[in-house]
């Protein structure tokens, strides 16, 4: 099941900027390792990749430099050194929601996950 640095590459452009691409595969096996990925086979890369450049978005590896915050972020400074998030979530959202919810390639794992894992187990 496991997709290349290339392929991933391929879908998100700017992270091609990263010299030491087996951070790249570590995120990868990461999610491969976490998340069910057998579970939806045709959106199982899409959930992967996503993962992975969420994971490289929150940390030191970032191109842009480490994203740290929680929250979406909704506007930006440079010299005043000003951000401003918003998490937008409701209060019985857990930390890992929250932590997802704050880039955009977390909110779409988000999404595809709840497409994929959406419903309950049913007991024989």
Not at 17 to 34: G, M, V
Not at 96 to 101: C, E, G, L, Y
Request: glycine share 6%; net charge negative.
């Amino acid at each position: 099941m496991s997709h290349s640095i290339d392929d991933f590459l391929n879908r998100f452009p700017e992270f091609s900027t990263i010299t030491d691409k087996t951070i790249i595969q570590r995120y990868l096996d990461d999610a491969e390792a976490e998340i069910n990925l057998d579970r939806c086979p045709s959106i199982a890369h899409l959930i992967q990749f996503n993962y992975t450049a969420h994971a490289l978005t929150k940390s030191s590896f970032n191109p842009e430099g480490m994203d740290d915050g929680i929250g979406m972020l909704t506007s930006k400074s440079v010299d005043g050194v000003s951000e401003s998030r918003d998490s937008g979530l409701p209060s019985k959202s857990t930390y890992s929601d929250i932590w997802f919810k704050s880039t955009p390639y977390g909110v779409q794992f988000l999404r595809l996950r709840k497409k994929c894992f959406v419903g309950g187990l049913v007991a024989p």
